[in-house]
């Protein structure tokens, strides 16, 4: 677990980490978690930010983010399995969260929670926008400078400069 403080600029330089690779000018506030404790592997770009309370675990998956992103307050990134990539200049508001994974629920003989899960990973393309709280769910893609508004859930991609809300997300507009 690593938990860099306020506004250090180029951790990569200053400390060893295992797997998690940090590019330069990202402002990393107090409370934010980066973690990969099933192994997994952490690479973030330059000139991003990642606000207070922000977590990013890998449980053995990968977490990929380009530059210039924000990932506001309390926004929780999964990077199971198959992983997350996210682009450049994406903005994702505060109480998010992505997860790369679905239990399997087939059996009834066993606990859903014993009968494993399915990957398909998850990717975020450049010039997206996710409103606060949203959750993006496996096997997504939202395509570049698509808009996600507040609340929504996303369970099936979205394409290039779409606007999608609700719960599930649904088509509104073309930007």
């Excluded at 682009?87 to 239990?103: E, M, Q, S, Y």
């Amino acid at each position: 677990m690593f938990n860099p403080g306020l506004g250090y600029k180029n951790l990569q330089s200053k400390y060893k980490l295992k797997n998690i690779f940090i590019g330069s000018n990202n402002r990393i506030d107090d409370f934010v978690i980066f973690e990969n404790p099933l192994s997994g592997t952490i690479s973030i770009g330059n000139g991003n930010e990642f606000r207070i309370g922000s977590l990013l675990i890998t449980n053995g998956g990968s977490i990929k983010i380009g530059n210039n992103c924000s990932i506001n307050p309390y926004t929780i990134i999964y990077g199971h399995g198959k992983g997350v990539v996210i682009g450049d200049n994406v903005l994702i508001a505060a109480h998010c969260v992505i997860i790369p994974a679905n239990h399997k629920f087939d059996r009834k003989d066993i606990p859903i929670k014993l009968q494993g899960e399915n990957y398909k990973g998850i990717r975020i393309e450049d010039d997206v926008w996710i409103g606060a709280g949203c959750q993006i769910l496996d096997g997504v893609t939202i395509g570049k400078g698509a808009i996600v508004a507040a609340g929504s859930v996303v369970n099936k991609s979205v394409e290039s400069y779409t606007i999608v809300g609700g719960v599930p997300a649904k088509f509104i507009k073309k930007r």
